[in-house]
């Protein structure tokens, strides 16, 4: 059965930078649009960042844009999020999520599989 696994996460202080990595359990996600998604206590989960099957196209929610950087590899069955300028508020536990189709978005109803998650908490 495909699986995701997140790691990556930790606990850093603002400004600091981390790399989430997501590994897939097998290629069958090298066709399909990934993404990664947060929950902070309280809220709902968001949208973070988009990649389409051949990277082609990435999308970013305004508040990362400029901090964070998406990227796969798959060669690897990889997905990564690179976390630079961390602030407080990007604390959260981040999903990473597989696409039904090829194009990335950001809406959650468009994944159909997703990773257990890994706990980021930034300190001020």
């Known amino acids: 059965q495909a699986r995701l696994v997140e790691s990556g996460g930790g606990l850093v202080q603002a400004g600091a930078s981390l790399r989430l990595s997501c590994a897939a359990s097998?290629?069958?996600?090298?066709?399909?649009?990934m993404g990664w998604f947060r929950q902070a206590p309280g809220k709902e989960r968001e949208f973070v960042a988009g990649i389409s099957w051949n990277s082609g196209t990435k999308n970013y929610a305004d508040s990362v844009k400029g901090r964070f950087t998406i990227s796969r590899d798959n060669a690897k069955n990889a997905l990564y999020l690179q976390m630079d300028s961390l602030l407080p508020e990007d604390t959260a536990v981040y999903y990473c999520?597989?696409?039904?189709?090829?194009?990335?978005?950001?809406?959650?109803?468009?994944?159909?599989?997703w990773g257990q998650g890994t706990q980021v908490t930034v300190s001020s």
């Open positions: 097998n290629r069958m996600f090298s066709n399909n649009a």
């Open positions: 999520a597989a696409a039904r189709g090829s194009v990335a978005g950001s809406g959650s109803e468009r994944y159909n599989y």
